[in-house]
Each structure stands twice: as structure tokens, then as C-alpha cells.
């Protein structure tokens, strides 16, 4: 069965300091991956995803993440985070459901908050 | 630009009480979803749908059903709500393996 860890539950950066979300994922095949973001009271946003091919994948908002087969990991990085980065933020595993669409398997989220 | 919306944002009921959550999704996507999102537990599927009038069960689908009448519109019911049904519920959409999904605002509901 697929599963996604995120082990950091809530981090506190600084505005400004480079920011890495750590997502550790279990599936039996290459997997398709997302992370999307939630702002208090809303609903998910995606901001980047991994399907196949360059294994570095540029997002929204100036994030990235980098997809390591040998580690099972999908980490999201981005260089300076601003103060409206401050969100929740979900790696989700992506496997197949009947009809044709992604079951997304979601990790359990972190919290990150931003230090002015 | 894409959207999904969820009939309410905020609902309360009394236990017992048959609910009806609505989705509607403007993108004529083929598959929608429902999840369940708990603190800690991040969002489980309840139930999806691959086409009109099919649904499958997800991960959590007891005390729950669902109704799939038009390709746009995708209804979660509880049939008797329960205290432990307390939740934010999460509709999405999404047009096939290759695609990412699109999620609505939520509906935050409160069962007393």
C-alpha cells in the first residue's frame, strides 16, 4: 500500500532563511508526487508536481522540490521564504484508481511558521 | 481560471440529522473526490467518482454516501450524522492519471 511520511510536524523559519520540507514516500512503482499548500480556511493549492523526467521541478511561488529514487524522498525547498509562506503543507503520493484518476495518498502535514 | 465550490462553508447539525454536502466543478473533469481532512491525520478519501453515476469507495466510506447524478455536480450524504463525523470536508476534481487534482474551499461541519 502507498504511504507518505512528513516527520516535521511544525517548523519555524525566519523570513527570509531558506526553507527544506521533508516528505518520504512508499510506493511498489515510479511514482507521480505533489505537494500542495493550505492557508487558514482554505482549501489545497498545488504548488508543484513530479510525474516523470527531470527529477528537479520547478513550482509556484518560487518553490522546488527534487525527487531522489534511492531515498524514497520528495523534499520541498525554496531559497528565501516570505512571511506569506506561512501555511500548512501536504506531500501527496499519487496511484491509480479505478476509472483512470490519481488516488492521492496524503502525508499527515506540516505547519510551517514564519518568523518576521 | 479552474474551480471547485462547496455549497457551504460552515455547517452545523444536530446528530441524527441527514447532511447533504454539495461539489460542483466548472472544468468538465471526469473524476471528483471527497475527502475528510482531521488534525494529525491529514485528508483521507472517502469516496470518488470516475464518471456519472459510478462511485467507488475510498479509505473511509462507512456512514457516508454519495450521489453522482450530473458530470458536475458530486454530493457526499450522511445519512445520520454522528458526533465523530465532526470535520472539514474537502471536494476535488481531477481529469485522469496524468493530472493534478483541483480542491474546493472546504466545509467545516460541526455535528452537536
Known amino acids: 500500500a502507498q504511504s507518505v511520511t512528513q516527520p516535521d510536524i511544525h517548523i519555524t523559519v525566519s523570513e527570509g532563511a531558506s526553507l527544506e520540507l521533508r516528505c518520504n514516500y512508499s510506493?511498489?512503482?515510479?511514482?507521480?508526487l505533489f505537494w500542495y499548500v493550505q492557508s487558514p480556511g482554505q482549501g489545497l493549492q498545488l504548488l508543484l508536481k513530479?510525474?516523470?523526467?527531470?527529477?528537479l521541478v520547478q513550482g509556484i511561488k518560487g518553490f522546488e522540490a527534487e525527487f531522489k529514487r534511492s531515498q524514497s524522498s520528495f523534499n520541498l525547498r525554496k531559497p528565501s521564504v516570505h512571511w506569506s509562506d506561512a501555511a500548512e503543507y501536504f506531500c501527496?503520493?499519487?496511484?491509480?484508481?479505478?476509472?483512470?484518476?490519481?488516488?492521492?495518498?496524503f502525508g499527515t502535514g506540516t505547519q510551517l511558521k514564519v518568523e518576521l | 481560471d479552474v474551480k471547485v465550490t462547496q455549497s457551504s462553508r460552515y455547517l452545523v447539525k444536530r446528530t441524527g440529522e441527514k447532511v447533504f454536502l454539495e461539489c460542483v466543478q466548472d472544468?468538465?473533469?471526469?473524476?471528483m473526490f471527497w475527502y475528510r481532512q482531521d488534525p494529525g491525520l491529514g485528508l483521507r478519501l472517502i469516496y470518488f467518482?470516475?464518471?456519472?453515476?459510478?462511485?467507488e469507495k475510498g479509505d473511509i466510506p462507512e456512514g457516508y454516501s454519495v450521489s453522482r447524478e450530473k458530470k458536475e455536480r458530486f454530493s457526499l450524504i450522511l445519512e445520520s450524522a454522528s458526533t465523530n463525523q465532526t470535520s472539514m470536508y474537502l471536494c476535488?476534481?481531477?481529469?485522469?492519471?496524468?493530472?493534478?487534482?483541483?480542491f474546493g474551499p472546504g466545509t467545516r461541519l460541526t455535528v452537536t
Open positions: 472544468m468538465d473533469h471526469e473524476n
Open positions: 510506493y511498489g512503482a515510479t511514482p507521480y
Open positions: 476535488a476534481s481531477d481529469a485522469g492519471r496524468r493530472h493534478e487534482q483541483y
Open positions: 513530479y510525474f516523470s523526467g527531470d527529477t
Open positions: 501527496a503520493v499519487g496511484g491509480w484508481l479505478t476509472g483512470g484518476g490519481n488516488k492521492l495518498t
Open positions: 467518482s470516475y464518471d456519472v453515476k459510478m462511485k
